[in-house]
């Protein structure tokens, strides 16, 4: 993993000292949310600091051992699961269908592109999600997750003891991963499973951050990433992530500059982590900017993991007022970014997908349909057929591509 010589001008060159686990407060926040009750807050950031961590930093770092075989192209990445979880779902049952899936996913890719694959569930702590709007169509306070609020009309006050459940629902839900990976069958995955969540809302990240050896790990994940409303290379979200030694994914879409990519992934760097850049610019824009994005990052001499997310991209509203993908525009953007990687002597190097191993019926809606089994508090998901679908048909034109 190359990193920046010591003399390369840094985004601040005073920034390489003076970061530490609460300097992103100097920063602008985007999408934090406005808690009622400051020292509500406070209590609950409190009690989270006490609490024993959800991951420990071996693991994170034999994800980070994983992630550079990735970067070098002896390894791929398979990062999916629900768009956001629910403290409902934390059951074994639940959990299992979920880790099913992503297991057999898993399956198709090393079988069919003949290469070790590591899988990084949205799992575990996926429980903020950003938000376009502050409030909703019917003039509600906007659900956010709920880490923050409740998706019931009732319950949409952000309440800080929230942040107390998402810890414990996280905790719970990553010993059910553990359950599922311990059992015969599971367990040759075992040791190539990590969870994941979007690195939001920075109250709860700060107190999920543990110093170790004067490094410093977030141990409610494994692997945090920033979404593509919050990478802002002046903003406080990379701040916080810049200091972590856990790997770091950035959402990178159709707005992305290619020269502000360049200063968000020095402004990273700095610190010399593994970054995951999750492309997701959707169909329409693939060709145009991928190729610019992969120029950008080649000519500063970094490298990073290419990863292709072709579900955030590709949303749409149907008739019918429902949120849906279409698993076609899905592929032809995979297609698409496979083709340009290696076109540019680049390589995709993982894949992120947004699944349910719940039936659902989320995406492929036509335009005035009414779906039977809509039940997504945030995104449309693929089902369990529609992504295996999706995985096969990715697999077969990435080995025609010959990477
Ligand atoms: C997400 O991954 O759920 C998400 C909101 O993505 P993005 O930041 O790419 O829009
Ligand atoms: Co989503």
Same mark, same amino acid.
């Given at each position: 993993m190359q990193t920046m010589s010591s003399n390369e001008p840094l985004h601040n060159p005073e920034e390489r000292d003076t970061w530490s686990l609460s300097s992103w407060r100097k920063y602008p926040a985007k999408q934090q949310p406005q808690w009622p009750d400051q020292a509500d807050l406070e209590k609950s950031l409190r009690e989270l600091r006490e609490y024993s961590s959800i991951v420990v930093p071996e693991d994170v770092e034999r994800l980070n051992m994983q992630l550079d075989e990735v970067a070098c192209g002896n390894r791929f990445l398979l990062h999916g699961g629900d768009c956001v979880e629910t403290f409902a779902d934390a059951t074994y049952e639940i959990v299992t269908k979920k880790l099913d899936l992503l297991v057999k996913l898993k399956r198709i890719l090393e079988e069919n592109l003949n290469i070790k694959c590591t899988t990084i569930g949205r799992i575990a702590g996926q429980y903020a999600?950003? /938000? !376009?709007?502050?409030?909703?169509?019917? $003039?509600?306070?906007?659900?956010?997750?709920?880490?923050?609020?409740?998706?019931?009309?009732?319950?949409?006050?952000?309440?800080?003891?929230?942040?107390?459940?998402?810890?414990k629902y996280s905790s719970e839900t990553l +010993?059910?991963?553990? *359950?599922?990976?311990? *059992?015969?069958?599971?367990?040759?995955?075992?040791?190539?499973?990590? =969870? !994941?969540?979007? $690195?939001?809302?920075? +109250?709860y990240e700060e107190a999920g951050t543990r110093s170790i050896n004067g490094s410093f790990y977030n141990l409610t994940s494994h692997y945090i990433w920033v979404g593509d409303r919050t990478r802002q290379v002046d903003h406080a979200h990379l701040e916080y992530v810049r200091g972590? *030694?856990?790997?770091? #994914?950035?959402?990178?879409?159709?707005? @992305?500059?290619? +020269?502000?990519?360049?200063?968000?992934? *020095?402004?990273?760097?700095?610190?010399?982590k593994k970054i995951t850049l999750i492309t997701r610019y959707g169909v329409a824009n693939v060709e145009n900017i991928l190729p610019l994005h992969i120029d950008a990052v080649k000519s500063a001499g970094f490298t990073v993991i290419w990863s292709c997310d072709p579900c955030h991209g590709n949303t749409k509203v149907t008739q019918a007022g429902y949120k849906t993908r279409y698993?076609?525009?899905?592929?032809?953007?995979?297609?698409?970014?496979?083709?340009?990687?290696?076109? @540019? #002597? !680049? /390589?995709? #190097? #993982?894949?992120?997908?947004?699944?349910?191993?719940?039936?659902? =019926?989320?995406?492929?809606? !036509?335009? +005035?349909?009414?779906? =039977?089994a809509y039940t997504t508090y945030c995104d449309p998901r693929l089902n369990y057929e529609e992504a295996i679908e999706i995985t096969n048909k990715f697999a077969c034109l990435y080995l025609s591509e010959g990477v």
């Open positions: 999600k950003p /938000r !376009s709007n502050q409030i909703d169509e019917d $003039g509600l306070p906007v659900f956010r997750g709920e880490m923050i609020n409740g998706f019931q009309a009732e319950s949409r006050t952000p309440d800080p003891k929230r942040l107390l459940q998402a810890y +010993d059910h991963c553990k *359950k599922y990976f311990s *059992k015969e069958s599971n367990k040759v995955a075992s040791n190539e499973f990590f =969870t !994941s969540h979007e $690195g939001l809302l920075l +109250d972590l *030694k856990n790997p770091i #994914g950035i959402k990178v879409g159709p707005t @992305m500059l290619s +020269d502000e990519l360049i200063k968000v992934i *020095k402004r990273l760097n700095s610190h010399e698993s076609d525009q899905m592929l032809k953007e995979l297609e698409l970014t496979v083709k340009i990687h290696a076109a @540019m #002597g !680049s /390589r995709l #190097g #993982g894949i992120h997908l947004e699944t349910t191993g719940e039936n659902v =019926t989320e995406c492929n809606l !036509s335009e +005035d349909e009414e779906p =039977t």
